[in-house]
């Protein structure tokens, strides 16, 4: 059965702290990992990793992928309020039709 | 500007009551797709289509039902028979090639009255 775990559920921290958040994977026939961050509503998209090893990164968010171990993190540096957010991560794999999510991470980042 | 559109934002169901949220997109995608969302559990896939006048069941489609008669539209119906409906309910729509693989709508949130 396929999964994707998120770790932590919930993580509370001061505006400038940096924070790594992990996704870990099983799943069949692996394409590549997506990050999403969803604030109220919509989830917006973040990053896809197909590659190991190669790092992504968009002003101060950063992410990997591990294929060998399965997983993935995603790094926030100076974290600022309007980080705060759910961020889910979601696994695409070949001959699929639909993303598998994992659970999420709540992240708050208080003043 | 292209984009999703879910409506009601809001929406509440008495008991024995079907409910029927809407999903209309202008972005030409051929995928659609339903998730349910609550707390703690991530999204979970209700039904999605590729095609026009075709659709597939999720991993929990059970009391709900679709249709695509229209590219641009994917109406969820919440029926009497799923007995938990309470949850947010998101739309996404998926372009071919490109890294953006879902684009979501902004949810409706259904409550049981």
């Known amino acids: 059965e396929d999964k994707v775990v998120q770790s932590p559920l919930s993580l509370v921290v001061h505006e400038g702290d940096t924070v790594t958040l992990n996704c870990s994977y099983e799943?069949?026939?692996?394409?590549?990992l997506l990050w999403y961050k969803q604030e109220k509503k919509a989830p917006t998209f973040l990053f896809m990793l197909?590659?190991?090893?190669i790092e992504k990164k968009s002003g101060r968010l950063s992410s990997i992928l591990d294929k060998k171990e399965l997983f993935s993190i995603l790094n926030i540096t100076a974290t600022q309020t309007g980080d705060s957010a759910v961020y889910l991560c979601?696994?695409?794999?070949?001959?699929?039709?639909?993303?598998?999510f994992g659970t999420g991470t709540r992240l708050t980042v208080i003043p | 500007d292209g984009g999703i559109t879910q409506s009601p934002k809001y929406l509440f169901r008495k008991e024995g009551q079907n409910v029927t949220l809407s999903c209309e997109q202008n972005?030409?995608?051929?995928?659609m797709y339903w998730y349910r969302q609550d707390p703690g559990q991530g999204l979970r896939l209700i039904y999605y289509?590729?095609?026009?006048?075709?659709?597939q069941k999720g991993d929990i489609a059970e009391g709900y039902s679709v249709s695509r008669e229209k590219k641009e539209s994917f109406p969820l119906t919440v029926t009497s028979a799923q007995k938990n409906p309470t949850a947010f309910y998101l739309c996404?729509?998926?372009?071919?090639?490109?890294?953006?693989?879902?684009?979501f709508g902004s949810g409706t949130q259904l409550s049981v009255l």
């Open positions: 979601a696994v695409d794999r070949t001959g699929a039709n639909n993303l598998f």
């Open positions: 799943v069949t026939n692996f394409r590549s």
């Open positions: 197909t590659s190991s090893g």
């Open positions: 972005l030409n995608h051929d995928a």
């Open positions: 289509s590729q095609i026009v006048n075709d659709f």
């Open positions: 996404a729509s998926q372009m071919w090639g490109g890294e953006e693989k879902l684009f």
